[in-house]
Every structure is written in structure tokens, then in C-alpha cells.
């Protein structure tokens, strides 16, 4: 016993290092698990304060860039509206009532929630973004975030009034797209190696891809609405060790200007999550 | 100012520098990020004990992966660099009575030599640990290695900047102290 006493004592800073790496490397592999232990409320509130402070500061530089981004998406928009087209037929349906639900059985999937950019980065391997938007005013964990370019990243944790957002530019995302010509799915990945430029992944051999193609999200993602901008082929390369292309896709989205994005809540999220996670009865 | 004041401040400043101005800087290359906040841990005072100097560097790590989103990537070679620390400044201070009249590491304290060298081992190893565990949870050798050797290089630059900007001279103990 006594000998016991001794070895710890000889080797207290040696074994109280071994404590500390430990506990850290605890808590980095289960990163996804301690992330909201990690960033409880309390902490995250304080860096999202700090990162408000800074981001007002900040927004004051892009001010014309923010601009001309939201002018383009307007016009964008305008042009989509119902009142430009003009419906051969009487009996369709030009306007999306607001209710959930209307009496001809139309009902809202998305809605689209504004919040603003309060802190990001783009040098790390692990990029977050952190919205000032929390769960007191509609955004969960798991909701799709847009920019007004294109995709931005996914929401993997909500305090209150904080949100903070995987972008597209964390090595651990993925986002299921395809190409815009002939709808062939594959998945966008980022390799941490050049913060304008996505990886296209596991888009068959047989698809007819072209420099300057358009990569839109596809249909068979839960929280990301089809048809978004994910970005334009920069760079096809054949992987020769299997039957899929490796293509590089430039991105829509500016990452170094974020100033206003849009969560998208997903109202059957919920449901097809579950039931897609459910293991299925038949072997 | 008294040495716990001015770590205080240190302590928020290299956080700030760090998550706002070094974290936003666009990246030149992937090899290329500039990290300059551990310098916290290397300017802190000789006679600082080495438990609490380890709880501190995980504390100081753990704040940085607070902003940054990585719960223990930057803490896990904060408490290693904290840990080599006491070791490698008993090998490198000369054995006479310097580190009576100074208070912390400096060229002053040092010398020029044997206080690079401390830089140089320190800033090596939390590098090489940082990227080590970054690839081993993504990423390739090369990545590996490129990423050490750019990352060091730059952040050799800046705490040599760092260096010239706040020469640290006047730290004099006073004999009644």
C-alpha cells in the first residue's frame, strides 16, 4: 500500500498529464455525443455573444457585397413569381396558401426561416457557422441552411437563441446532389484541401458530365429541399479503381461573405427520418 | 502590473486573436494556418506550478475549442506542450541564478539560443500532435506531413514577429520581492 502512495506521488505529473490527454481525447472522439453537453446552453450563448459583437463589427465591411446579393436574389425571386407566367389552363394552381394545409389537400413541406450570420470560418479542417436563430424561434438540430447563392450546411446544435451550423467546408459533411442535366445522384463531400472547391462523389461513369454543368441538391435528401444551387463542375476526373467519377465542383455559395442565410424547416423531417432509420422487418 | 494581471489579459487576448483575426485569415493553402495562441503557454512564468500549469493549458485549450467547435483538439496539445514544458526548460536554462531575476522565458532571460530552441521544440511538438490527430481522423500522410512542416514555419514567423513587436526586457524581480 504504501508503495502504492509512493509510485503516485513520484508520478503525479506524469500521470496527472495522462488524466488531462485522456479527458480530451474523450472528448474529441465523441465529439458528436459531447457536442451538446460541450456547447450547453450557457457556453454557447457566451461565444455566440462574442461572436455578435464581432459580426456587427464586421458587417460593415461587406455591406455592398450583402447588398448586391440580395438585390440578385430578388430579382431572382420576382422572376419566379406566379404573376409572370401565364397558366394555359384555368384549373392550375398558381398560388401556395400560407396555411399548413388547404382544403385541396396542397400542404407546406418547407418553410424558410432568415437568420444572421454571427460567426464563421473557412481555414479550419472543421468549419462551423453560427447563426443568431435558436430553438425559441424555430430551428432544429438537422435543418438544411441556404445562402442566397446556394447551399450553405446543415444545423447540428441549438441553444435558445444560438444556432450552430456544419458548413459545407467540414470534413464530415455530406450532402446528397446531382448533376442538373440528366438528375444523376451522387454525394458532395469536402476534402479540406481548397475552401471554393466541393467534392462530387459516386456519380456513375455513365453520366454525360461537362466543365461548367450545374450540381443542384437532389430529391433523396430529408432536410435539403431538390433543385437548390450547390455549385458548377470545375474538373472531371475518372477514378480508374472503381466505376464512379471524382468531380470537382466549384462552389455557388461565397463562404468568406456570409451575412444572411435561410433555415429551412422540413415539416415531415421528423417523419421520414424516422422511418428511413427504422431497420427494416424483411432480412 | 502583476503577473497574474498581465497572463489574465494574455490569456483573453491570444483567444481573441485567434478565433477573430487568425481564424478569419483567408487561407493561402491548405498546409498554411496560422496559430500563434499557444504562445500563452510558453510566456507563462518559470515558477508556475506544473499541475495547475496542465489544468491551465487544458482550460486555455478547451476555450479555443469552444469557438472553434472541437471539443478537445486544440486542449489535448496544449496540456502535451504544458507537460515537455518544465522538462526542456531544465535542460535549457543556464544553471546559474537567471531564473531568480526573471520572471518568465524570454530571449532576455534565456539567451537567444537556448530560448529559440524552446520556441522552435514546443511549437514542433503542438504542431505535430494538433495535425496527428487531425489525420487520423481524416486526411492522408502527405497532408500529414506538409501540414507540420507550413503550419510550424508560420507560426515560427509570427511568435518571432510577436518577439520584436513586445520585447519582453524590463522583467527584472526586485530583490525584495
Known amino acids: 500500500m504504501k508503495n502504492i502512495f509512493f509510485f503516485i506521488r513520484r508520478y503525479f505529473g506524469f500521470l496527472s498529464f495522462l ?19 460541450f456547447f450547453s446552453a450557457a457556453l454557447n ?15 460593415y465591411f461587406s455591406l455592398k457585397e450583402t447588398n448586391r446579393q440580395l438585390a440578385e436574389e430578388n ?3 420576382r422572376n419566379m413569381l406566379a404573376a409572370n407566367f401565364q397558366a ?3 384549373s392550375r394552381k398558381a398560388v401556395t396558401d400560407t396555411t399548413l394545409r388547404d382544403t385541396l389537400g396542397h400542404y407546406r413541406k418547407y418553410t424558410y426561416l432568415p437568420a444572421r450570420v454571427i460567426g464563421n470560418t473557412v481555414t479550419l479542417q472543421t468549419n462551423f457557422i453560427t447563426l443568431e436563430r435558436g430553438t425559441l424561434q424555430g430551428v432544429k438540430k438537422g435543418m438544411a441552411v441556404i445562402g442566397p447563392d446556394g447551399i450553405v450546411g446543415v444545423v447540428v446544435e441549438a441553444s435558445n437563441n444560438i444556432s450552430r451550423v456544419m458548413s459545407l467546408l467540414h470534413r464530415n459533411s455530406k450532402v446528397s446532389a446531382m448533376l442538373k442535366k440528366d438528375n444523376y ?7 479540406g484541401v481548397n475552401p471554393y472547391y466541393l467534392q462530387l462523389k459516386n456519380v456513375s461513369k455513365s453520366a454525360k458530365v461537362n466543365k461548367g454543368d450545374t450540381v443542384l441538391t437532389s430529391n433523396y435528401s430529408a432536410n435539403f429541399p431538390s433543385h437548390l444551387m450547390i455549385g458548377t463542375v470545375a474538373a472531371i476526373s475518372a477514378d480508374p479503381s472503381s466505376n464512379f467519377y471524382l468531380i470537382k465542383v466549384k462552389t455557388a455559395t461565397n463562404f468568406f461573405n456570409l451575412q444572411y442565410v435561410n433555415v429551412i424547416a422540413n415539416a415531415r423531417y421528423a417523419e421520414q427520418t424516422a422511418l428511413e432509420n427504422t431497420p427494416s422487418k424483411n432480412p | 502590473m502583476s503577473s497574474l494581471v498581465r497572463n489574465i489579459i494574455r490569456y483573453v487576448l491570444f483567444i481573441l486573436l485567434q478565433v477573430f483575426i487568425l481564424n478569419e485569415v483567408p487561407p493561402l493553402h491548405q498546409f498554411i494556418v496560422p496559430y500563434i495562441y499557444f504562445l500563452f503557454i510558453i510566456w ?5 506550478n506544473r499541475l495547475f ?17 472541437t471539443p478537445g483538439l486544440h486542449a489535448a496539445p496544449c496540456v502535451l506542450i504544458a507537460f515537455i514544458r518544465p522538462v526542456l526548460l531544465g535542460l535549457l536554462i543556464p544553471q546559474e541564478t ?51 512542416a507550413g503550419t510550424t514555419a508560420v507560426s515560427l514567423l509570427l511568435i518571432a514577429l510577436a518577439e520584436m513587436l513586445f520585447p519582453r526586457k524590463r522583467r527584472y524581480k526586485t530583490n525584495a520581492a
Open chain 2, 53 to 69: 500549469l496542465m489544468v491551465l493549458a487544458f482550460v486555455f485549450g478547451l476555450t479555443l475549442d469552444a469557438f472553434t467547435g
Open chain 1, 75 to 77: 430579382a431572382r425571386l
Open chain 2, 44 to 48: 507563462l512564468p518559470f515558477n508556475i
Open chain 1, 88 to 90: 394555359p389552363d384555368s
Open chain 1, 45 to 59: 450563448e457566451a461565444t455566440g455573444d462574442l461572436n455578435h459583437r464581432y459580426s456587427n463589427l464586421h458587417s
Open chain 1, 19 to 37: 488524466l488531462l490527454q485522456i479527458a480530451a481525447i474523450i472528448l474529441l472522439s465523441n465529439a458528436s455525443k459531447t457536442h451538446e453537453a
Open chain 1, 185 to 191: 445522384a451522387g454525394s458532395i463531400e469536402w476534402d
Open chain 2, 98 to 148: 537567471t531564473e531568480q531575476s526573471y520572471a518568465e522565458p524570454s530571449v532576455k532571460s534565456m539567451g537567444l539560443a537556448p530560448y529559440s530552441l524552446y520556441v522552435v521544440i514546443l511549437t514542433f511538438v503542438h504542431h505535430f500532435y494538433l495535425v496527428l490527430i487531425e489525420w487520423l481522423q481524416f486526411g492522408n500522410f502527405i497532408y500529414f506531413l506538409g501540414k507540420v
